[in-house]
């Protein structure tokens, strides 16, 4: 299954893959691989049909750490053009994202008083569901989103939305038409740019002097802590820690203001950054959390081979378990077709001689097979239709909605496994 990456791909892939071999934020060639997910297909190739299983490209999956400024990266670059161009990501699906877009906007129009003079932009839209929630507190707004499909869903939806790729060189077609923006938001975007120091002086530009620049980051604490390897994928180039932002913030003459958790994306930090002043120096809670990561071996190469000895033996006992209980004849299925699913599952080489099908409340992945592992994704009332008995959840994230919703499920017998940090069954805690 897991193919031959060099005679398969090597053509297309020539066209489309390049390697690095310096770190993206600093520059330096101090990075070592610590974690070979790959050869993997790209998460979001969900495949239409069964003709096209064979000659499925795979590209190398490699995680790397930057000794010089400690970035955590992958040096597997995609070309943008292919990862983003069609996306099968719609924001305004889950209901644990639209509640914390709702509470992110309102604490945003209030802290700023926010008004109809201000102008709101997000890079990455999606399809404007963090927009609207501006757009009725009476504020303007424009959405960026480089994926032509889902930009035409937020027009659709009465969300000014220009289709392109933001990058430092953007900034001023955008001011030239809308003028600059009172509050620029990235969230979950700047992991997925190349160069993240020309995308944030690009946000900096965009922003008027005393603009905010408000972006939201998967955080590596919450990586390593609760071994999420499975939110590696060629769309997240960065992995980042507080230590590797204050130096990226430097870089792009940005000071960061305030620093939050927050439990999207498997935990993430909300950062408020403002253009740097003279005497510019980070807050206090961005320095102490840098401080604490510095005491938790963030910046050593030793923390992340421990952290990828522990991803080989996740891959052991999960396995280990879906064997045992396909052995004992019961059957599997899966839950949600998000694209760190597909990560896991080929990591863990988890196909369809282990589950059988996998469900999904996104209509576009709907009658598509998962790239690598060639699931067929059906509708989530398949669940109840055909009862199995174990259902892995892959959209570990949304574990408590997705079980609440599927309370029918639990109740006549079936049970739901989460794969990380270590294999169980969601009911027993
Ligand atoms: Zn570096």
């Known amino acids: ?4 990456v ?3 791909s090597t053509h297309a892939a020539s066209q489309v893959h390049r390697r690095r071999n310096t770190c993206r934020v600093c520059g330096s060639d101090r990075l070592t691989v610590f974690l070979s997910l790959g050869p993997m297909p790209l998460a979001n190739a969900f495949l239409k049909s069964p003709d096209e299983f064979a000659g499925e490209p795979r590209y190398p999956l490699d995680l790397a750490f930057c000794s010089s400024c400690s970035l955590v990266q992958i040096v597997d670059v995609i070309d943008p053009r292919t990862l983003f161009s069609e996306y099968l990501y719609v924001t305004g699906i889950s209901e644990t994202i639209v509640a914390s877009n709702r509470d992110h906007a309102s604490a945003l129009v209030k802290e700023l008083k926010l008004g109809a003079r201000d102008l709101v932009v997000d ?12 757009q009725n507190a009476g504020v303007r707004t424009l959405g960026i989103e480089p994926a032509a499909n889902i930009a035409e869903m937020a027009r659709g939806g009465g969300i000014e939305t220009m289709t392109m790729f933001f990058d430092g060189s953007a900034a001023e077609g955008v001011t030239d038409k809308y003028g600059r923006a009172t509050v620029v ?6 992991a997925h740019v190349d160069d993240p120091a020309d995308f944030l002086r690009g946000c900096r530009a965009l922003a008027e002097e005393s603009g905010v620049v408000s972006i939201e980051v998967p955080y590596l604490g919450d990586l390593l802590e609760k071994l999420e390897y499975d939110t590696v994928y060629h769309e997240h180039l960065s992995y980042f820690s507080m230590t590797s932002l204050l130096q990226l913030c430097e870089r792009a003459g940005l000071t960061v203001e305030r620093v939050q958790r927050v439990p999207v994306q ?5 950062l408020h950054l403002r253009s740097s002043s003279a005497d510019g120096s980070h807050s206090r809670d961005a320095s102490d959390m840098a401080a604490r990561e510095e005491g938790a071996g963030f910046a050593d190469l030793s923390r992340y081979e421990r952290f990828a000895n522990h991803v080989l033996r996740n891959r052991e006992e999960l396995r280990g378990l879906l064997q045992r209980a396909k052995g004992d004849g019961r059957s599997i299925a899966a839950y949600g077709a998000p694209a760190k699913g597909n990560t896991l599952l080929n990591f863990c080489r988890i196909d369809t001689s282990l589950v059988e099908y996998t469900v999904d409340r996104n209509p576009l992945k709907i009658g598509l097979f998962t790239p690598g592992t060639h699931l067929p994704v059906y509708s989530v009332s398949t669940l109840l239709e055909r009862q199995p008995d174990l259902t892995l959840l892959l959209a570990w994230n949304l574990a408590d909605e997705i079980r609440d919703q599927q309370r029918d499920y639990e109740a006549r017998g079936g049970r739901f496994i989460v794969p990380i940090p270590a294999p169980r069954f969601a009911d027993s805690s």
């Open 266 to 270: 498997g935990g993430s930090l909300r």
């Open 185 to 190: 938001i990235a969230k979950n975007v700047l």
């Open 123 to 134: 890079i990455a839209s999606n399809d404007g569901s963090l927009l609207r929630c501006f």
């Open 1 to 4: 299954m897991s193919g031959d």
């Open 6 to 8: 060099a005679a398969a």
